[in-house]
């Protein structure tokens, strides 16, 4: 069974196409929010599909960068080594060599060049929402202070 992946817009509506025959749909999935975020479709031409929703706000970029962590709050103090997986506008997952102690709901301040010609730093402070062993997922907290930097490199 194929797999496709589509991107919820902010009205909470997706177009759905089917792989076989290109027809495409939009539908309404706000019941599916908080729920289910994988359906199994049945096109007019009788193929069968799944089609995993993205509720994201922003595309979250695939890369592959070092980077540092510190701790800020609470309690303050842990840091270290970090390899970023994942940037977007609002967010940035990374994981971390070796044991650590960070929970949910902390935050810390991230630091990493962009491997874009300048080699520009970013310092970013963010929330920590995921903990998965190594892999740490989490919110940056002062989005609007997005550097203009981060925001080209987004795009390439």
């Not at 759905?16 to 019941?31: E, G, N, R, Y």
């Not at 089609?51 to 840091?79: A, N, W």
């Not at 970013?124 to 997922?137: D, F, L, P, S, W």
């Amino acid at each position: 069974m194929a797999m496709t992946k589509a991107f919820v817009r902010p009205d909470n509506t997706v177009t759905i196409i089917c792989p076989a025959c290109k027809t495409a749909k939009q539908v309404l999935v706000a019941p599916y929010r908080k729920k289910k975020h994988s359906l199994k479709i049945r096109c007019k031409c009788n193929t069968v599909f799944t089609v995993h929703l993205d509720f994201r706000c922003h595309y979250r970029k695939q890369i592959s960068l070092p980077g540092t962590y510190r701790v800020v709050d609470p309690p303050k103090g842990e840091g270290g080594v970090i390899h970023i997986r994942n940037i977007s506008r609002s967010g940035i997952g990374f994981t971390v060599s070796g044991l650590h102690k960070m929970q949910k709901k902390q935050t810390v301040q991230l630091e990493f060049r962009l491997n874009d010609k300048n080699l520009i730093k970013l310092t970013k402070r963010a929330t920590i929402q995921t903990v998965n062993n190594n892999y740490i997922g989490c919110r940056v907290v002062d989005q609007n202070l997005l550097e203009k930097a981060l925001g080209f490199y987004l795009r390439r």
